[in-house]
T-cell receptor
Framework: EDKVVQSPLSLVVHEGDTVTLNCSYE??????LLWYKQEKKAPTFLFML????IEKKSGRLSSILDKKELSSILNITATQTGDSAIYLC????????????FGKGTHLIIQP | DVKVTQSSRYLVKRTGEKVFLECVQD?????MFWYRQDPGLGLRLIYF???????EKGDIPEGYSVSREKKERFSLILESASTNQTSMYLC????????????FGEGSRLTVL
């Protein structure tokens, strides 16, 4: 059974801090690892990492895939209150129709 | 932009009622999915469909059924709602050839009394 584990489950930091969120996985036929941000509604896509693209960066957010360690990190620098959200890690395996296996999420709270 | 629309944002139903949750996508995606999201449990896959009239069970299909009569529409059915089906339900879609990115609807928050 595919498994995705995120840590920590919750995190409270102050505005301006840098945070690192972790995701580890055990899946058969790894295809991709995705990060989503969820505020009060639908998850919104952040990054997708695959064997051919193990590092992604967008503004203050960046992510790295470590295929040897079967894990990924999501870094957020100079955090802002708008970064408060649940961050979901998901892994795609097998065929494209199989959907994604999600971790339980990291609930990040940024205090002013 | 891809749009996945869920017909009801909030529903309140009574135990034993039949519940329909509708989802429509406008990007001609082959694959569609229903997840439920609960605190501490994350997103769990209920059912998915990779083509019209095709459906596959996900990790937690018990108590649910689905219908996909048209490519753009995927319905989740609770034949007899129970209180443990109180949850946030998320519909998603994707291309079949893609490496996995899902496009999500806004969610339907169902409360069963």
């Amino acid at each position: 059974e595919d498994k995705v584990v995120q840590s920590p489950l919750s995190l409270v930091v102050h505005e301006g801090d840098t945070v690192t969120l972790n995701c580890s996985y055990e899946v058969t036929n790894f295809r991709s690892l995705l990060w989503y941000k969820q505020e009060k509604k639908a998850p919104t896509f952040l990054f997708m990492l695959t064997s051919s693209g193990i590092e992604k960066k967008s503004g203050r957010l960046s992510s790295i895939l470590d295929k040897k360690e079967l894990s990924s990190i999501l870094n957020i620098t100079a955090t802002q209150t708008g970064d408060s959200a649940i961050y979901l890690c998901a892994v795609g395996s097998g065929g494209g129709a199989d959907g994604l296996t999600f971790g339980k999420g990291t609930h990040l709270i940024i205090q002013p | 932009d891809v749009k996945v629309t869920q017909s009801s944002r909030y529903l309140v139903k009574r135990t034993g009622e039949k519940v329909f949750l509708e989802c429509v996508q406008d990007m001609d995606h082959e694959n569609m999915f229903w997840y439920r999201q609960d605190p501490g449990l994350g997103l769990r896959l209920i059912y998915f469909s990779y083509d019209v009239k095709m459906k596959e069970k996900g990790d937690i299909p018990e108590g649910y059924s689905v219908s996909r009569e048209k490519k753009e529409r995927f319905s989740l059915i609770l034949e007899s709602a129970s209180t443990n089906q109180t949850s946030m339900y998320l519909c998603a879609s994707s291309f079949s050839h893609d490496t996995g990115e899902l496009f999500f609807g806004e969610g339907s928050r169902l409360t069963v009394l």
